[in-house]
């Protein structure tokens, strides 16, 4: 048994501000009421991480998820609970917790805007006490991994999204943290640049035994490198475990597409599977996994007729989440072991 | 809260680093160097105007002829530069938390103080040294106190000094930052305060009002305290004169004070946005 | 088809007159500390000026309680009209935004105007706290008749016109330069010295005041104040409030010719 990197207990965060009915001079009366009103956005929390997974961190807006990183990170101090990340206490051991991560938010760069991006590198640099000659094999690598060369000397606020969050990415990753956390690294990215970019994080998490912990609302995201996935929503972990088995677990259909050329598809049945949507050249059918397993329903079909084509398409991990999302109950009783 | 040696240290180079960086990037921008020397010289040489065109019409005030006071004016504008200089962007710091930069300097191995006071040059402040040395320059010789090189030394200490009063209070002001949405009118305030009367002979503010200007807001130690002592006017203050002659060791006082506020309270932070 | 009658578009003006308003309230410290600030400014400057005054009857034909109730209400007055804040419409300019707000339905100008004077109202409470300090320190009397008090308004509300006009047409210099920080911060404090708001200007070098009284900035609060302490009666009361209304009348007719060349230069240039 590994000891986990990254382990979170009963973790809670509380928020107030000020509580006023609103209504005619509402705007004055903020200025003397002194209710309060108590928002707990991160509620008794437990998890761990293991080193070098790559785990995704899912949840609605407002639902408590970046509270939980932030709290890991170290820049909110939790209300209760424990937080370990490395052996330490992350908003009290800040200096040595800021060795031991990286971090890129989608948002706001920490690049200097001004400057040329190497500049930026430079100043991370002196600033964690790389030694130089390190340095300059790890910049060598990145720049070749992201092709940071064409804009490497170029000022920050002229680049665009994708090479300023490739910046970011490699200004995280001088200095070799052991962890590496995500906050919407893809949003806004065209698809292009989505590709470099879950390459660098694969790369650094497979080759450098990185453990990534990446937010997102993006299921490519999630379903490209993520094994393991922690979902929040008011504050409580909904389901917390392999992608493979929430899929398993939440997905109730599945469907397959036959396709035939000398066949007319409409005539298509199956004892297992019902019809969706048919046409003269393309059937789909959708079927229970839990009740009949996908090859038995392919074997069904192939050896009835004449298939040219057939598909069987993976469960959507997006109508999953949305399915969870909608249940709003924590996965605990579903849960099969994880 | 005790800091250790190391994380000082770590400070100390960290410091270097980030001021390079600001000044660097200070140099990049496109807005011409006269208009923000102007800007800088504006607010304070708007209270010089002030006091030269009454004293013009008004010889004398609480006593103080207006050679006296033009030096007064001056060691506060100078002293103010020595605030400005180094610590001038803290007064972003309602920005630096709003636009989520705090939140970045947190996930950094070095002070959070030091990140917001490094995260831009500013350069207004160049038009408060100006104002200032000059102002200092042209009024003390024209003052009552004959110079030797023993008052020129206090003369440094206690600008030195005031300035770190003035360092200090921002400072602390700058702490509830963490706790408060917007403090930028509370620390607006101060700086007026301090800009339009702490230049003047603080005792005519009444015994209590000069009691309450030395120790609870003390705007005594930037100019007043010391001026008396280079005047040889310590037998007026309504405190045992010594407490006037280690004046420039109240900046000290009050920045160390604040300083312990400001990271004191970093603890009570809500980053924004969810 | 959307018709546009008075009525609607003052409709959509009280929308911005209450955007102002709300603004003000919206940072309940500000507000707090804004009332403050002017009670500790209106007690130490009454301080100072009595102080000023020590051994002198009279300085430039004015007597003491004048030169003190004076420096209180011009702080009072500051305090409400100008505040720190110009309008947004610089940093609108310089981020692009001012699009945006060109094609709205209302003209620009009298969407500022509406939203300057419901900040202004907002602000008012700031203004009478610091006006209650000077009634509390004996340092401010009431004008001496009920046609000073009169006069004053008219010349006030005159005043302030003066003042968000031309806050607001040194805002639009920010169509033209970059620099619009330093040419705020240069028409703040040179505003605020020649309207005699710092300092009265009975006690201006004599060089200087014929230059000033030839600039529209000693309408705005010089002015009104020198009705309110009775210096000006008959037919001088009637030239001071006619120049200060043909000082507003000149500016307005300026701000529509500066707006109209901004609109070309965004709308025609792509500036």
Known sequence: MTTPIIEVAD?????????????????????????????KAVDGISFHI????????????????????????GILVPTSGTVTVAGQVPWRDRRRNARTIGAVFGQRTQLWYDLPLRDSFEIIRDLYTMDPATYRTRLGEFTELLDLDEFIDTPVRSLSLGQRMRGDLVAAMLYAPPILYLDEPTVGLDVVAKGKIREFVAEVNAGRRTTVILTTHDMDDVERLCRRVVIIDHGKILYEGDVEMLKAQY????????????????????????????????????????TTAAPKVVHDLTSRYPITDLSVLEPDLEDVIRQLYTERTPAAARNTGS | MVRTWSAVREDLRASRILLRAGWRAAMTYRVSFLSTIVGGVALQGTQLLFIGVLLSKFNVIHGWRFNDIALLFAMRLAAHAFYVVPFGALFSIDQAIQQGDVDRYLLRPAGIYLQVVTRYAPLMALGDMLLGFGSLALFAPQSSVSWTPGKVAFLIAALIGGGLVEAGLQTFLAGLSFRMTSTTSLRILADDTITRFSSYPLTMFSRWGFLSLTFIFPMAFIAYL???????????????????????????VVFTTGLAFFNRMIRQYNSPGS | MYVDTLNTRLIGLRGLYRAGYRSVLA???????????LVIQATLTVVVWRVLYAGHDEVAGIGSSTAV???????????VVMPWQFSSLPQRVIRGQIGVDMMRPRSLISQNLAQAVGT????????????????ALGGVQAPHSLLDLLAWVVSMVLGIANIMTINLLVSMTAFWTLEIGGVLILYRFGSAFLSGALIPLWFMPGWLQPIISWLPFQAQIYAPLSIWFGTRHGAELLGTLAVQLGWVLVLFLLLQLVWRRAVHKVVVLGG
């Open chain 1, 11 to 39: 973790l809670t965060k509380e928020f107030w501000r000020p509580d006023v009915r609103p209504g005619r001079f509402a705007g004055t009366r903020s200025l003397f009421t002194r209710a309060r009103k108590i928002t």
């Open chain 3, 27 to 37: 940072y309940r410290a500000d507000l707090l500390f804004g009332v403050v600030g």
């Open chain 3, 69 to 79: 109730a004076y420096a209180v209400l011009a702080a009072c007055i500051q305090s």
């Open chain 2, 226 to 252: 010391p001026a008396t002592v280079l005047l040889g006017r310590t037998d007026q203050l309504p405190i045992p004169a010594w407490l006037a002659y280690i004046s420039p060791c109240g900046g000290l």
């Open chain 1, 50 to 73: 293991d080193p070098g997974e790559l785990v995704g961190f899912l949840g609605p807006n407002g639902a408590g998820k970046s509270t939980t990183i932030k709290m890991l990170t």
């Open chain 3, 120 to 135: 202004m109202v907002g602000r008012l409470p700031i203004g009478a706290a610091g006006l209650i300090t000077g009634l």
């Open chain 1, 251 to 290: 997905v109730t259909s599945r469907d397959i597409v036959v396709h035939c050329t000398d066949f007319d598809a409409t005539t298509i049945s199956s004892p297992f599977a019902q019809v969706i949507s048919a046409d003269p050249f393309k059937a789909t059918l959708r079927f229970a996994p839990e």
